[in-house]
């Protein structure tokens, strides 16, 4: 198999932090990709061997992931009153870039005991270097850690502050297990 991240630009390379701790996803479970945009984790997840649910809002950016071995994608709304995957759980749960607070509990709970949650996006701060600028849309210092504990999830690694690349920007990432 050709492989694919060889071959894109460095903004749409899958993130370090997710190929740093990928590893710690259990085998045989299925990972949800939450905002998944044109997949590019999506695709990395599958390279290594997860099969994989490609959620989104915009169907355009999903039509991409149609017919790769491995993949569901499923167009929804993770912003509306109602959270559309509830009562649904899985091995692991790739987040990244994006952030809904009213959701952010009904993401953690859809992780299966065992399963692992690797989330990384922007913090307070990133106003500084562009988009996102919303306070609404960038996480609070140590406000991943905190919303992990809440629910029940160990932390395996946890980190936030300046990254330069693959533009320069604010962020904060955290892999954690439900045990």
């Avoid at 992780?111 to 990384?120: C, D, F, K, T």
Wanted: net charge negative.
């Amino acid at each position: 198999m050709t492989n694919f991240l060889n071959n894109l630009p460095q903004t749409l390379s899958p993130s370090p932090w997710l190929d740093q701790h990928m590893a710690s996803i259990p085998h045989g479970g299925q990972v949800l990709d939450l905002a998944c945009g044109s997949g590019r984790h999506t695709r990395l997840l599958v390279e290594r061997g997860y099969p994989v649910l490609a959620v989104d809002r915009n169907a355009q950016a999903l039509a991409g992931l149609l017919g790769l071995a491995g993949v569901k994608t499923l167009e929804l709304d993770l912003e509306g009153a109602d959270w559309p995957l509830a009562g649904q759980y899985f091995a692991g749960i790739v987040v990244t870039n994006y952030l809904w607070r009213p959701h952010l509990p009904d993401v953690l709970a859809l992780l299966a005991p065992g399963g692992v949650l690797i989330y990384e996006t922007f913090m307070l701060g990133n106003e500084a270097f562009g988009k996102p600028s919303n306070p609404d849309f960038l996480l609070r210092s140590g406000e991943l850690r905190r919303a992990a504990g809440v629910a029940g999830l160990r932390e395996i690694a946890f980190m936030e502050g300046y990254l330069d690349s693959p533009k320069p920007a604010m962020v904060q990432a955290i892999c954690a297990r439900r045990d």
